[in-house]
């Protein structure tokens, strides 16, 4: 199977949860996409006619996959503006200032999505209070064309809600984020279900996923208090909220920006489900994994010097 036939089958294992994120936040999801699309191949082609170099269909295909998993990760109603510049800013940031496809030190997905929290950190917290309350087409196509604000439209995620409750404790929290946490689940589910096939497929090894979400879990579930106003939450919230789905196996699992000795993908995984953690307990970014990613990212060559470093020693004994 060829690079190009990898890109392709990984998107097609993301159309469920892109189906189940349309249906709970509306085609505020599907117009993402299709911005986020248009905008990489448009880059794709003028990268590609600028370095006078022949456009594959291998770069291509990754250059749509970034921006597709950029644009699943982005809220439903942010203007089309600043879905073009997270898409140019993970393409150019994240890839091509590298050489081009295979090159990247970073997920340019995720060097997009740091881009865009941290040029437009309100915007990148509005989200949809929970499904069935989404604004009418033409005032959504307003509100993507900057012609129109967000007020009475915008929610918070369970994780936002988590770091922002105000000495609730998680009873009193549940009862505020419970509908938007049962959307999330859905959400989640359709990306396990993805994450099952990719598996199955031999896309991607079970290794990474499986290592992150122990590295998420474990001290979620050691730290969880069982529901004081200073608890960091459950594991069953730190499991099913947020990015983590999408994250353990479509973004972690990039095989340019993780490690590529086995026992390097084990403490990979396990670096970003505690970074994960960590950022979510006690950060500033209530989701965290898009940071997470990127400073694991950083070390992955050193993660593989050592591993590489121990085991010539073991073999030389």
Not at 12 to 24: D, H, K, Q, R, Y
Not at 103 to 127: D, H, K, R
Not at 181 to 204: C, E, V
Request: proline share 5%; net charge positive; aromatic share 10%.
């Amino acid at each position: 199977m060829n690079s190009n036939q990898i890109m392709i089958k990984t998107g097609m294992a993301l159309i469920p949860g892109f189906l189940a994120s349309l249906w709970v936040f509306g085609l505020g999801i599907l117009l993402n996409v299709a911005a986020a699309l248009l905008a990489a191949l448009l880059l794709e082609m003028a990268y590609h006619r600028i370095r006078r170099l022949p456009q594959t269909k291998a770069s291509l295909s990754s250059g749509l996959l970034t921006a597709a998993l950029l644009a699943l990760c982005l809220p439903p109603m942010l203007p089309f503006g600043l879905v073009v510049f997270g898409v140019a800013f993970a393409l150019i940031f994240g890839k091509f200032v590298y050489g081009g496809l295979g090159q990247n030190l970073f997920n340019p997905a995720m060097v997009g999505y740091g881009g865009l929290i941290l040029s437009s950190p309100l915007l990148m917290t509005q989200w949809l209070p929970e499904s069935g309350i989404t604004p009418l087409t033409l005032d959504l196509l307003r509100i993507k064309l900057g012609l129109q604000g967000l007020d009475g439209y915008t929610g918070a995620t369970a994780l936002d809600l988590l770091r922002n409750r105000q000495g609730m404790t998680l009873s009193e929290y549940w009862q505020l984020a419970e509908p938007v946490f049962n959307d999330q689940i859905l959400i989640s589910l359709g990306y396990l279900l993805g994450g099952a096939y990719l598996i199955q497929a031999r896309i991607i090894s079970f290794k990474l996923p499986l290592a992150m979400l122990i590295g998420l879990l474990v001290p979620s579930l050691f730290l969880y208090d069982a529901g004081s106003s200073s608890s960091l939450g459950s594991p069953w919230l730190h499991g099913l909220a947020g990015a983590t789905m999408i994250g353990a196996f479509f973004i972690i699992t990039d095989p340019v920006s993780s490690p590529n000795t086995t026992q390097g993908l084990w403490i990979y995984g396990l670096l970003v489900g505690g970074l994960t953690f960590l950022i979510r307990g006690f950060g500033a970014y209530p989701d965290g994994l898009a940071f997470a990613v990127l400073l694991s990212n950083a070390a992955g060559p050193l993660i593989d010097r050592v591993v590489r470093l121990r085991s010539e020693r073991a073999q030389s004994l």
